[in-house]
């Protein structure tokens, strides 16, 4: 049997743990946010994005500038402010750490709704609700080099479900409620072409022809302006469904 962290077994037991990642970092027990030494808050949100790391992996990734045998250290003194404070989060088998199962963590829910809309049979799952926390920043406020990545993968596989929920509610008619969901995206990702044709596709569909052309328009404008480009074929076809015939006009006044 793996070697749980110090008193992981019993402590825990009958209280609802939870971890906030989406925003400030936060710690509940039972809805009571415990405050933790920044240091252990660092090692529980790489453990938690990470997965289960091996000791040396930690220390590297936490304090990649830091001389192995001083980052090794840290990671000690993390570990054990960690398992003082919150010890029923982690479990520790030899020299890999990882979250205990029990604990809720946000960005597991938003990965499992990511999970659901990507991976659901359009025809027969319905668009279910996204988690409150879609669009939020990962650990927001922290500068740390190891995020880098799980922030734009968190952000693209967002974007990627809030198309794909709007573009499901589209094909069934449901215009209104797909617009939140082509917001959202756009939010998520300034310059996605895709999200903001959908913006556009739902104004057309709602014959609402003076907002998706202002849609139009801001998106070309910001696309030349901030990266020299034109929009693609798929921009210019959406709008095309309402000037098949003629040259786009202007903003509208």
């Known amino acids: 049997m793996p070697q749980a962290a110090r008193g992981n077994t019993s402590a825990g037991q009958g209280r609802r743990q939870q971890l906030r990642l989406m925003g400030p970092l936060q710690v509940r027990h039972d809805g009571a946010i415990t405050v933790i030494p920044h240091s252990a808050g660092r090692l529980l949100a790489a453990i938690a994005l990470i997965g289960p790391i091996s000791r040396t992996r930690a220390a590297s990734v936490l304090w ?63 668009v279910a609700a ?52 082509a917001l959202s995206a756009v939010q998520a990702q300034p310059w996605s072409e895709s999200a903001n044709r959908l913006i556009i596709e739902i104004h057309a569909r709602r014959g609402d022809p003076s907002n998706a052309l202002r849609r139009f328009h801001r998106f070309k404008d910001s696309l030349e302006k901030e990266l020299g480009v034109q929009p693609g074929p798929d921009m ?8 098949p015939f003629g040259t786009i006009p202007p903003v509208p006044e």
């Open 64 to 126: 990649p500038d830091t001389e192995t045998a001083r980052a090794a250290a840290n990671l000690r003194s993390a570990l054990s402010r960690l398992t003082d404070t919150v010890v029923t989060f982690i479990d520790v088998s030899g020299d890999v750490m990882a979250m205990n199962e029990n604990v809720e963590v946000d960005v597991q829910e938003v990965h499992n709704w990511i999970n659901a809309i990507i991976y659901a049979e359009p025809h027969k799952t319905p």
């Open 130 to 181: 996204p988690p409150a926390v879609i669009g939020n920043e990962l650990l927001a406020g922290w500068d740390e080099a190891w995020l880098a990545e799980p922030r734009e993968r968190l952000k693209l596989l967002q974007t990627h479900a809030l198309e794909t929920a709007a573009e499901r509610l589209i094909a069934a008619g449901k215009t209104a409620e797909a617009l939140p969901y």
């Open 236 to 243: 210019l076809a959406a709008i095309r469904q309402l000037y």
